[in-house]
């Protein structure tokens, strides 16, 4: 089989013309260019110069022969850089989970990081619930994780991606959408309230049970849903009112007034990045970096 050294040296003597000046150009001497040439006709079969004491022309088969070897060369420094680039992280995939809200929260800013600093790297989104987000990150068939907290898993490393506050979201003809001041929570107390699953989404379950619990009020929890889009399609349909995160107000339905809450124990909503510890995945790496 021929080698990238011989097709780099047919190429030069093809583009000179010269054996001379080609083994001037590959800084080395003209009998071992000559010899190079001589095995890889050989290995072809077929003659690729023509050579006399004054000239060196191209065969027929040298000139077809010319265009694939620099699309070989071609190739091959291409394969070289893109390993190259797998290894630093410039190139490759990354396989991101998100959900819904943490995709209003730092999505966005998370694919404009890796837009801008890694062009070259492929990323894999793939919508899915924190409790999903776990089991894919344990499998290895997720790099990493937009989860909501907590992060119990030895195996997995995480931190704080966003903070943001909870507000109130209200059908716009509901009697607490009047008013620009701030809502005080005690006002949720005996109202219709739309609440989020204890399974699907417990992190928001949890977290609204123990606010109303320090408020000491007791709402009416008229229906469980797992995703923050849900919840306020059904606020904008008059099906109660509810609490998201801040950053939920961006999906603007125009039925939903949005207010700020008092509440009696502040606790923000925190977004969390999740990646196995083992992961080897040299652009996982470089994109926490970025970020």
Do not use: C
């Not at 022309?57 to 694939?68: D, N, Q, S």
């Not at 606020?235 to 039925?255: D, F």
């Amino acid at each position: 089989m021929f080698t990238l050294a011989q097709l780099t040296n047919f190429v030069a003597v093809a583009e000179e013309l010269h054996f001379g000046r080609a083994a001037e150009r590959l800084q080395m001497t003209q009998p071992p260019l000559s010899r190079q040439i001589q095995l890889l006709e050989g290995y072809l079969g077929v003659q690729l110069f023509d050579r006399t004491n004054r000239s060196v022309r191209m065969t027929p088969a040298g000139r077809a022969f010319l265009h694939e070897a620099r699309r070989i060369l071609r190739q091959a420094e291409q394969a070289t850089l893109a390993v190259r680039q797998v290894s630093t992280g410039e190139a490759g995939s990354i396989a991101i989970g998100f959900t819904a809200g943490g995709a209003y929260a730092m999505l966005d800013r998370l694919l404009d990081t890796a837009r801008l600093a890694m062009p070259a790297v492929e990323i894999v989104l793939r919508e899915m619930v924190t409790r999903d987000q776990f089991e894919a990150l344990a499998e290895s068939s997720l790099d990493l994780g937009l989860v909501r907290p907590p992060v119990t898993d030895p195996d997995l490393a995480s931190r704080i991606a966003a903070r943001e506050k909870l507000v109130a979201a209200l059908p716009a003809r509901h009697p607490l959408a009047e008013g620009q001041e701030p809502l005080d929570i005690a006002a949720f107390d005996g109202q219709d309230v739309l609440m989020y699953s204890p399974i699907e989404a417990r992190y928001f379950h949890e977290q609204l049970i123990s606010v109303f619990r320090a408020a000491r009020i007791t709402p009416v929890f008229t229906q469980y849903l797992s995703q923050v889009h849900s919840i306020l399609a059904l606020v904008n349909g008059g099906w109660g009112i509810a609490l998201v995160p801040e950053t939920a107000a961006s999906l603007r339905y125009a039925g939903v007034v949005f207010r700020d809450v008092r509440l009696t124990a502040p606790a923000p909503v925190e977004l969390m990045l999740a990646w196995r510890r083992s992961n080897d995945n040299p652009a996982l790496h470089a994109l926490l970096q970025h970020l």
